[in-house]
């Protein structure tokens, strides 16, 4: 039995049980992969305090400082269902375990989809990037592309193109389902042009680095390519709330809905980081979070 359990081994993971046994509170945390999305991550350099680092050196560091506490971590373990009875949580493992706490912290992450198209993995971080916010600068002075014509696609594009030399726009209707205003702000751009009607189909590289996307017109069915430099994919991020969506409110993104403590709509189940509604979905914010949510599990219980 635990006073805390926090599940995700991430940023905002990493945080609240360094923040939960810094409490004093029993903590254990559970996760299929500590470093969470940061073991996919080349260089991060915005981090603050952090000029320069690399996900996998940042993953052995969060490890290393929970290590320098009682956590108990559970990893390579993936949790299948969580049930509220009474003042306990009762979290369930694939494989059987059963773990029982007075408070649990969800923060398990979210993925970016992806496009599914031949090139796409091979590139990622070579030239296919999900994260404007990470990935922008350096691409500056280049030729980019954007997929996704929602309000995260269309967003990006706008930011982008303030970094960049030129943004492409593709959407694979024929409008974009971004709000009007982002719309309008995107068409006042100079150096933005948007396709409709646009089927993804392969993206291109040399070996090294991306160099262009094949795409289907679909109006026409012809084939077409475009020179690049770069490929932003924005088509969707999907939190990592299946197991918790029965038991926790969730937006119909899948988000936990949180307030600004953490405190989802159940007492005694708090999440955070890119599970959640917060917005902006970055490590700083992530840790951030993760502080907030084992502070606000601490006052409750000492309160309770
Ligand atoms: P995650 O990092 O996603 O961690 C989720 C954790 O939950 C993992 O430990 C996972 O194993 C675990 N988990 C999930 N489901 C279960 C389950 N059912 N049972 C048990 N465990 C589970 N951000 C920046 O600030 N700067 C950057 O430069 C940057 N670059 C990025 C580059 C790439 C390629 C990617 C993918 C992301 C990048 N980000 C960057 C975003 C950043 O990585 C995320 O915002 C951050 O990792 C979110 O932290 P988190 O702890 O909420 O979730």
Redesign the pocket.
């Known amino acids: 039995e635990y006073d805390v359990v926090v ?7 990493a945080s609240a049980a360094i923040y939960s046994v810094r409490k004093g509170l029993k903590t254990a945390m ?9 073991q ?2 080349k260089g ?4 603050i305090g952090v000029k320069y680092t690399e996900g996998p050196q940042l993953a052995a560091q969060l490890n290393q400082h929970i290590a320098e506490y009682p956590v108990k971590v559970l990893e390579h ?3 299948q269902n969580v049930i509220s009875e009474g003042k306990y949580k009762i979290v369930h493992l694939e494989g059987g375990e059963v773990i029982k706490t007075k408070a649990l912290i969800v ?4 993925k ?1 989809r992806e496009l599914n198209i031949p090139g796409e993995k091979e590139y ?2 070579r030239g296919v990037a ?2 404007p916010h ?1 990935d922008g600068p350096y691409y500056k002075g280049k030729k980019i592309a954007v997929v996704g014509g929602g309000n995260s696609g269309v967003e990006a594009a706008i930011d982008l193109a303030g970094i960049v030399k030129e943004v492409v726009l593709f959407e694979f209707n024929d409008t974009l389902k971004a709000d009007q205003v982002l719309v309008n702000k995107l068409k006042s751009l100079p150096n933005v042009s948007i396709v409709t009607e646009a089927r993804t189909s392969q993206v291109l590289g040399d070996g090294g680095k991306v160099i262009g996307l094949e795409y289907e017109n679909r109006k026409t069915k012809e084939m077409m390519k475009v020179d690049l430099d770069g490929i932003f994919v924005q088509i969707g991020l999907l939190p ?1 709330s299946g ?1 918790v969506k029965d038991v926790v409110e969730t937006t119909k993104f899948g988000e936990i809905v949180v307030d600004n403590k953490g405190r989802t709509n159940v007492p005694g189940i708090y999440a955070a ?3 959640t509604t917060v917005p902006y ?4 914010i ?1 840790m951030g979070e993760g502080a907030k949510a084992a502070l606000a599990a601490f006052e409750d219980q000492m309160l309770a």
């Open positions: 599940v995700g081994g991430g940023p905002a993971g559970l996760a299929e992969r500590i470093g969470g999305q940061v996919d991550t991060i350099e915005n981090l373990r993936r949790v923060a398990t992450g979210a970016w990622i971080g999900f994260c990470c990592n197991f980081g890119d599970v979905k970055q490590i700083i992530a």
